[in-house]
C-alpha cells in the first residue's frame, strides 16, 4: 500500500476528530515513551546474558574438534 500526502492529511484528520487537538499531543507523548522503555528493556536484557562459551583449543588456535561419531563433511 503506497501512502501518498493525500492519504496522510486524511488520517491525520480523522485522528483529530476522533482523539480532539489536546489528546493528540498525549498519545503521541506517551508512544514516544513506550517506545524508549521498549529499547531500554532490550538493552538490559541484551546486557543480561552471559557470553558465548569458548572452545576449548589445544594449545594452538585451532579449536580442539568434539570427540565422537564421524567427523561432519562438506558436500562437494
Known sequence: ??????HIMILLVIA????GAR??????SSLGQGIREFK???????SD?????VPP???TTTPVPP????????NQ
Do not use: A, H, Y
Not at 16 to 19: E, G, K
Open 1 to 6: 500500500m503506497d501512502l501518498s500526502l493525500t
Open 16 to 19: 483529530l476528530l476522533v482523539f
Open 23 to 28: 489528546r493528540i499531543p498525549e498519545i503521541g
Open 40 to 46: 531500554k528493556s532490550l538493552r538490559e536484557v541484551g
Open 49 to 53: 546474558q552471559p557470553p558465548p562459551p
Open 57 to 59: 583449543t589445544n594449545g
Open 67 to 74: 570427540s565422537g561419531g564421524e567427523p561432519k563433511r562438506l
